[in-house]
């Protein structure tokens, strides 16, 4: 996580394309999961995600201003190697390093 929030940093994003308030940008901690099914049924048949084999599945990380509540999704594949895991079990570097303290 730490990887894309300096990557959108050199891509020019540091403050809320919408407020334009700086220092207000907040990144989560974890990547959020999006689940593209396609289109919707009429009735009330829709099956979870879990059961469609044929959707598309994208982890992306989540930017928010806390001014003005604007909300950002970034695909994280993009910030990442080949066979990267997007999230592994376990503590953070930074979590890591603050039990060492």
């Known amino acids: ?3 894309v929030s300096e990557a959108l940093q050199q891509l020019g994003l540091q403050a ?3 407020c334009g308030s700086e220092d207000s940008l907040g990144m989560g901690c974890f990547p959020v999961l999006l689940v593209d099914v396609g289109a919707l049924p009429d009735d009330d048949a ?3 995600p879990e059961d469609n084999r044929d959707g598309d599945m994208t982890f992306v990380v989540r930017v928010e201003c806390t001014t003005c509540g604007h909300l950002m999704l970034f695909n994280s594949e993009r910030y990442r190697s080949g066979d ?3 999230m592994v079990r376990g503590l953070t570097e930074e979590q890591e390093r ?3 303290e």
């Open 84 to 86: 990267e895991k997007i």
């Open 1 to 3: 996580m730490a990887e």
């Open 46 to 48: 829709f099956s979870p």
């Open 16 to 18: 809320c394309p919408v």
């Open 98 to 100: 603050r039990l060492g």
